[in-house]
């Protein structure tokens, strides 16, 4: 007779998309032993701080979804904020989580003592556990530009992700300073509502028209009925994003000159004047800088009421933005839309690993990791969305999934017996890490834009290949690339 399986202690770090979907994978397997750890005070992760107009996902839906949970009610192809939110808690709720889950509790740091975890929490409370999940999201530390003055704005001024929802919009006169994914996203909901907008651009990007549109009734009714097609469409889904964006990515060729040649032509049709046109047209390649999708932007801007000012920021005053002309551009609200540290991974929790190791140390130049999901010396710690896991504009869920899947295939040895704790070795992470810069030069990140994929040596923190290498890299445990304890005999190679 086979011994029983041990059930494991898990800390997850982060109640949003990645935390949940791990949680749900181990009650699926029958382990309930886990807790969550989150520092807002809610389900959703970016999708509950992100409360922004506009706010919605430039992935469909079908494919911006758990396997495991698909939802028929997607009412469109590209679904709002809103939306992913409500999904996100549903799912949650529908897995008992709200019960497992302390809100409100920022992870201060976990110490690893040679056998288990001790993790402690900035409100105090102390666990001790076999594994800790880092799940808490690449896009979390807002980055405030550095201008002179802001603090003097006598209007109302936040971050995209800090958004004052006090402050009234209709009517008033508005700045949004950048045009990422989510300035883009912003000004298309604002710009029609606000007394006078302006778009504050310092660089041009590049936009995909991809359009979208409503799921009807018919539609729901049809996935309801037949669930089982929901993986149809989700596999379809995932050819179409990974055939093309995450091609054209990370491999020059066919698919990258073809989007490239789209994002040329919707600005050459929706733009007809030359000299506005130059405006908006970047210096860089198309898909550089992480893409911006979407239809109707550059219409916006044949409305007297909505400028786009593409002439520097001098400084803020309590009246408005004064620019490098000298103009003073008065304005009621700015919104500063100029994304995110996204190399922040994990931290500022600490974690401090086999033999005293810190995390904060270990990744003092850069953050990195092996196959996007462990570090050297940090026994039983899966990264979930760690280092590298950004993909060009493909489906987190399904990244994700694939980590929560590696990490299960580990949990289950220890589950079984096999293994007390088991951490990359330095060797295979290093050899992980070269072969990343070694495919770098290929991809369009590195074809000389300044963005947030690039690190502080330069090169993309992206991955740098297609995603289905990905899913075959975390397929399967490769054990000479691990180090495996057992009580009875320390530390052996594996
Ligand atoms: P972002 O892509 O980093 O864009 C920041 C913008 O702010 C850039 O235009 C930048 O200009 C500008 N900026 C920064 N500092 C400035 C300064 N001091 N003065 C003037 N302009 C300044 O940030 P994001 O738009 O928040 O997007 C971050 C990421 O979130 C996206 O790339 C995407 O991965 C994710 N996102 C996804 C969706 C979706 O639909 N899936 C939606 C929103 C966000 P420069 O280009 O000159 O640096």
């Given at each position: 007779m086979s011994a029983p399986l041990r059930s494991p202690r898990i800390a997850i770090v982060g109640a949003g998309m990645s935390g949940i979907g791990m949680a749900c994978k181990l009650k699926l397997a029958g382990i309930e032993d886990f807790e969550l750890f989150e520092q807002w005070s809610d389900f959703g992760g970016t999708w509950h701080a992100n409360t922004y107009p506009g706010l919605s996902c430039d992935v469909a839906s079908r494919y911006y979804q758990y396997t495991f949970a698909p939802n028929p009610d997607w009412t469109h192809v590209y679904s709002s904020g809103h939306e992913i939110n409500a999904y996100l808690h549903r799912v949650a709720d529908d897995f008992g989580l709200r019960a497992k889950t302390s809100f409100k509790t920022p992870v201060d740091e976990a110490t690893w003592t040679g056998s288990e975890w001790v993790l402690r929490t900035k409100t105090g409370r102390e666990g001790r556990y076999d594994?800790?999940?880092?799940?808490?999201?690449?896009?979390?530390?807002?980055?405030?530009?550095?201008?002179?003055?802001?603090?003097?704005?006598?209007?109302?001024?936040?971050?995209?992700?800090?958004?004052?929802l006090s402050v009234p919009l209709d009517g008033r006169r508005i700045g949004v300073i950048g045009t990422g994914s989510t300035g883009m996203q912003i000004t298309r909901a604002l710009a029609p509502r606000a007394g006078y907008f302006e778009l504050y651009q310092r660089t041009p990007q590049w936009i995909f028209p991809l359009p979208n549109f409503r799921y009807g009734p018919w539609t729901k009714a049809f996935y309801r009925r037949f669930p089982q097609l929901q993986q149809r469409a989700y596999d379809t889904w995932a050819a179409f994003f990974e055939g093309t964006f995450g091609r054209?990515?990370?491999?020059?060729?066919?698919?990258?000159?073809?989007?490239?040649?789209?994002?040329?032509?919707?600005?050459r049709l929706a733009v007809r004047d030359r000299k506005q046109r130059a405006r908006f047209t970047p210096d860089d390649e198309p898909m550089c800088k992480r893409m911006v999708m979407g239809t109707g932007f550059y219409k916006l801007f044949e409305q007297p009421s909505v400028e786009l000012v593409d002439t520097g920021i001098e400084r803020v005053e309590a009246g408005g933005i004064r620019t490098t002309d000298g103009a003073l551009h008065e304005l009621d609200v700015i919104v500063l839309a100029t994304g995110f540290d996204a190399?922040?991974?994990?931290?500022?929790?600490?974690?401090?690993?086999?033999?005293?190791?810190?995390?904060?140390?270990?990744?003092?130049d850069e953050p990195f990791g092996y196959r996007t999901v462990a570090l050297p010396e940090f026994p039983n710690v899966m990264m979930l969305i760690g280092p590298h896991s950004p993909f060009g504009n493909q489906s987190l869920f399904s990244i994700s999934e694939t980590q929560q899947d590696f990490a299960m295939g580990i949990i289950e040895r220890w589950r079984c017996?096999?293994?007390?704790?088991?951490?990359?070795?330095?060797?295979?992470?290093?050899?992980?890490?070269?072969?990343?810069?070694?495919?770098?030069?290929?991809?369009?990140?590195?074809?000389?834009?300044?963005?947030?994929?690039?690190?502080?040596?330069?090169?993309?923190?992206?991955?740098?290949?297609?995603?289905?290498?990905?899913?075959?890299?975390l397929a399967e445990l490769d054990p000479t690339d691990w180090k495996i304890q057992r009580a009875e005999e320390p530390v052996a190679a594996a």
């Open positions: 594994f800790v999940i880092t799940a808490a999201g690449g896009l979390v530390r807002t980055r405030k530009p550095a201008i002179d003055g802001l603090e003097d704005f006598a209007g109302a001024c936040f971050h995209s992700a800090e958004w004052d054209g990515t990370v491999q020059p060729g066919f698919w990258r000159k073809l989007i490239q040649a789209g994002c040329r032509s919707h600005l190399h922040a991974f994990v931290r500022p929790m600490e974690l401090t690993g086999h033999e005293g190791v810190k995390l904060s140390e270990a990744w003092a017996g096999e293994v007390d704790a088991m951490w990359p070795t330095r060797e295979a992470t290093e050899r992980f890490n070269e072969e990343v810069r070694a495919a770098v030069p290929n991809t369009v990140w590195a074809t000389g834009c300044d963005s947030w994929y690039l690190g502080k040596d330069g090169l993309p923190q992206a991955w740098p290949w297609v995603p289905s290498r990905h899913r075959e890299l």
